[in-house]
């Protein structure tokens, strides 16, 4: 195997941004919270994989040991989890969070605890399976950690921020995270921001259940998150608007909700394996999103990489000749930022009485989430253009680079959440004629009418899976439309062959 063709896929990065909007404290406070993240980042090694070093150690070429530390493990997270060393079979779907090879059924019949985000399931002397918190099985590093954001805690000069490091402290010893989600969002004028703990439930993907170490650590762009503000007061309005009937939409988004842009000076953990985030929608807690709404942290400067290194060579291969006009940076800002705030629209909690629409679709939940936040994203951008609240641009400019978009993200794999929501949506676009592909040129053109009306019915159909807590149907939805034709594996393939990097690995920490 070309294992230097493998690092390629990734181009490197380095997150800069400006310190000098810092204060003393807070330049102290930074190398704090990067020790912390280098706790996250080791474990999330062991959740995903097991011992990082022992793995390393066993690797002799430097680039496949390269390709290891970039995908957490020997399996490729970009090519559906196929393992990519001698040796390694296929990945268990419940990585380290369950014993190995244990049926779902069990785990189904045994203790709710089980299934609880914060726990590990081990077996007990008698064989019998048990959850054992993150807390306990992770004491020694957590309490490093815990440490350490007390330290910074004791250096922050705004009131929110310190509150918030030091209930998050305490949740890291307790694995109550919801006092500290809670101060997380009261918090309104730091500059610093720290993402840490145990978050999404991507790399359990047996059942969706366990919640993954990982951290980032933040400053804010405090004249972009100007701009952004005015568009968190309009949720109530964007959610009455959504095209399903009306018990669908009965929750309203809380109130609190904000919009802000930050540069990333380090990511750990989940959030740096494989594929990268660019922009974060917390907290996952439906009790904290109900009574205070969600924060969406748009990442800039990674946002912003991706667009340059990745996007817009995408766009001269795939996108009609014409239509690359409308690749645009802000669009793709304003796509990414609006796929955030759709996670706050729609329904945490089934009408059927299924409980929340996470339990409800269990491994399948993630998956439709992404894709509901990204087609209600698009929705809600077209609406705001009618209500000419985006009147600086046009919106051809937001449907060409979210086609651009979507082979982006397809390149992630099906192994990915994101990247099965983007082949969903690829397919059913496909179906309803929203863009069509010249076969002369192999590329592809947004048809605007029928893009809109493609976008609607997508809504309409992720909506009602969500709120029926229907796992039959969106089981079948991911079996139809979650699938690589050999038609766009072909053009996809043409991407690779013209050297364009899926994705970016960071150069980070302080200099």
């Not at 949740?171 to 500059?191: C, E, G, I, V």
């Not at 600086?392 to 099965?420: C, K, P, Q």
């Not at 976008?455 to 079996?479: H, M, N, W, Y």
Request: proline fraction near 5%; glycine fraction near 8%.
């Amino acid at each position: 195997m070309d294992y230097q063709a493998k690092v390629d896929q990734y181009v490197p990065v380095r997150l800069e941004t400006d310190l000098s909007v810092l204060s003393e404290n807070e330049r102290k406070m930074l190398p704090l919270l990067i020790e912390v993240s280098e706790i996250m980042d080791g474990l999330f090694w062991r959740q995903a994989f097991g011992d990082k070093q022992e793995l390393l150690d066993s690797i002799d070429d430097p680039a496949a040991r390269r390709f290891a530390e970039i995908n957490y493990g020997p399996w490729d997270r970009l090519d559906d989890n196929k393992p990519f060393l001698p040796g390694y079979g296929e990945k268990p779907p419940g990585a380290q969070f369950y014993p190995e090879s244990t049926p779902k059924p069990e785990v189904e019949r045994g203790n709710p605890a089980l299934l609880d985000l914060y726990t590990v399931v081990q077996r007990d002397a008698h064989g019998q399976l048990m959850a054992v918190p993150y807390s306990e099985v992770f004491q020694a590093e957590l309490e490093q950690a815990a440490a350490k954001i007390r330290e910074a805690a004791a250096l922050a000069e705004d009131a929110g921020l310190k509150r918030y490091l030091e209930l998050r402290a305490d949740a890291l010893l307790s694995d109550d995270y919801q006092p500290s989600d809670m101060a997380w969002m009261d918090m309104k004028t730091n500059t610093i921001d720290f993402v840490v703990g145990p978050i999404e439930t991507y790399e359990d993907a047996l059942f969706g259940a366990k919640a993954s170490f990982e951290a980032y650590v933040l400053v804010k762009d405090k004249e972009w998150s100007g701009r952004l503000q005015r568009y968190a007061a309009m949720l109530p309005d964007l959610q009455r608007g959504l095209p399903v009937p009306d018990a669908y939409k009965q929750e309203s988004p809380g109130s609190d909700s904000d919009l802000n842009a930050y540069d990333v000076i380090y990511y750990a953990g989940d959030c740096n394996a494989g594929a990268k985030t660019i922009a974060i929608n917390l907290p996952n807690d439906e009790e904290v999103q109900l009574a205070k709404g969600a924060r969406r942290l748009q990442l800039k400067n990674a946002m912003r990489a991706k667009f340059e290194k990745i996007l817009l060579p995408i766009a001269d291969v795939l996108i009609a000749e014409d239509q690359r006009e409308h690749i645009d940076f802000d669009a793709f800002f304003e796509n990414t930022m609006f796929h955030e705030v759709a996670h706050g629209l729609g329904i945490k909690n089934t009408i059927t009485g299924k409980g929340s629409v996470r339990e409800a679709l269990a491994e399948h939940a993630s998956a439709l989430e992404e894709g509901k936040a990204d087609i209600l994203g698009l929705y809600m951008v077209a609406k705001l253009h009618e209500a000419g609240e985006l009147e600086d641009a046009e919106l051809i400019d937001n449907y060409v680079t979210f086609l651009a978009g979507i082979f982006r993200s397809i390149r992630f794999g099906a192994a990915s959440a994101h990247g099965t929501a983007n082949l969903l949506r690829f397919n059913f676009f496909a179906e309803r004629g929203a863009f069509s592909r010249d076969e002369t040129t192999g590329t592809y053109r947004v048809n605007p009418e029928k893009m809109a009306e493609a976008v609607e019915a997508l809504s309409e159909k992720i909506l009602r899976l969500q709120g029926d807590g229907d796992s039959q149907g969106a089981t079948l939805f991911i079996a139809q439309m979650g699938r690589i034709e050999s038609e766009l594996q072909g053009d996809l393939d043409r991407l690779a062959e013209a050297g364009i990097p899926v994705d970016v690995v960071f150069e980070q920490g302080l200099e």
